[in-house]
């Protein structure tokens, strides 16, 4: 082996064994923003086998304070994230394999993604993704390790199906969306200590020291001082529809998916067609042109500015609505571009 | 008497980083609720709780010297 891995290689607990597990895995990233980026980043520069990172969203300027993969340039070019993110692994360490999925993370799409994988890193920015990403661990039997972070205050928790609780039992109900970067911001330092708390965790899986495995749910405030480890064993709900004796994944089901989502961190509506389209961007950027609306594009998507709202269009028939929080508003507007 | 910590955006809500109150013999449930009416907080209903640094759900009933913590889980990545 190369001197590449050596200082990781030297630590014990890794050793030159870890090294080669930690070469035959394939970790799925689930988001490409903050968390997202620093985890890819970390864990290719690792050495992992393969890297599969998803994500549904393009960079933006205000994403740049804090999403480490990315660069003004990606934002001039209006990349999607997990295109940018896969130039940006590629060139940090060619070793390693590094798919990207342009996409949003519904359960269909995890259950395909999750297939194959050695473990799930969280790295999205809400619970109805989390939750299904939650029942995907549990049906597959991969490990998953959630992580959030808003203003200085972080948290992460390792779940390993069939060991520890999992989501669905320590939440019980769904946490109401109050707080988003969108209301209380982000710093930095917040996303960098739940990326290296979950990066760690995935080091002590990859190279299969499970007795290492964090067993508490921490979380820290940077600003406010405040730190605390909460053992979480007597939390496993055997009556759990997601991990218990009789599983069902709720969160799996149709019903339990919208198809339009408010997005953290912006006054954006995202709406999803029933099954992806292949829509012809260059025929749709002539006609709206046409119609005398300012079209952007490149070969993944396609910005509109209309009256009050920008509308970003993908190939796969996703739009992104800008400059609003209504999600009915959002549909008609989409409706009104691709009927 | 018990002692309370309010963690993140919490401690803002009641203006202060812990509280003692008398609690003991009530379930974590009712302690919500008290805590929400007294010190102005909202949406407690959905927030984790632990007991002496263990997990504790909506029923557990508080005893004597306990610490119970209060830890809202966010979203945000």
Known sequence: MSERYSRQTLFAPIGKEGQEKIRGKHVLIIGAGALGSGSAEMLTRAGVGQITIVDRDYVEESNLQRQQLYTEQDVELKLPKAAAAEKRLREINSDVRIHSVIGDANPQKLAELADGKDLIIDATDNFETRLAMNDISQKFKIPWIYGACVGSFGMSFTIIPGKTPCLNCLLKKLPIQGMTCDTVGIISPAVGMVVSHQVAEALKILVEDWDAVRPAFVSFDLWRNQYSSMKVGKAKDESCLSCGEQPTYPFLEVENQTKSTVLCGRDTVQVRPPKPLDIQLDELAKQLGALGYAVKGNPYLLSVEMKDERVVIFKDGRALVHGTKDMTAAKSLYNRILG | ?77
């Open chain 2, 1 to 77: 008497m018990i002692k309370v910590l309010f963690f993140a955006h919490l401690r803002d809500e009641a203006g202060q980083e812990s509280v003692e109150v008398e609690a003991a013999g009530k379930s974590i449930a009712e302690l919500k609720q008290e805590l929400a009416s007294a010190y102005g907080i909202q949406k407690l209903d959905a927030v984790m709780a632990a007991v002496n640094e263990e997990f504790a759900d909506d029923d557990e009933v508080i005893k004597e010297g306990d610490t119970v913590a209060f830890i809202p889980p966010v979203s945000g990545g």
